[in-house]
């Protein structure tokens, strides 16, 4: 099992982005709890990918159009860090 450690912001941000976004962070976070990052590939709507530039070293998994999940792997693979959930930039 892997454990998903989340920035304290997170339950801030949960005010502030739509409820069906929410419901979606919820589910990648039960997904990857229960079956790791590798499940996440079964599902294309996640796209999830590696970041590059400064944010080099973290991940990114799509919830909406416009919303996104950025986090870290741990050291040990499987520790996860949300850093945070926010709109995306076009």
């Given at each position: 099992?892997?454990?998903?450690?989340?920035?304290?912001?997170i339950g801030k941000i949960k005010r502030k982005i739509p409820t069906q976004v929410w419901k979606k962070y919820e589910l990648w976070k039960?997904?990857?709890?229960?079956?790791?990052?590798?499940?996440?590939?079964?599902?294309?709507?996640?796209?999830?990918?590696?970041?590059?530039?400064?944010?080099?070293?973290?991940?990114?998994?799509?919830?909406?159009?416009?919303?996104?999940?950025?986090?870290?792997?741990?050291?040990?693979?499987?520790?996860?860090?949300?850093?945070?959930?926010?709109?995306?930039?076009?």
């Amino acid at each position: 099992m892997w454990r998903i450690y989340e920035e304290r912001s997170i339950g801030k941000i949960k005010r502030k982005i739509p409820t069906q976004v929410w419901k979606k962070y919820e589910l990648w976070k039960n997904l990857i709890h229960r079956h790791g990052l590798e499940k996440l590939k079964e599902f294309p709507g996640f796209n999830d990918e590696a970041l590059k530039g400064k944010r080099k070293g973290q991940r990114s998994s799509r919830l909406s159009l416009q919303y996104r999940v950025i986090y870290e792997v741990g050291n040990s693979e499987v520790l996860i860090y949300v850093l945070e959930v926010s709109p995306h930039n076009y």
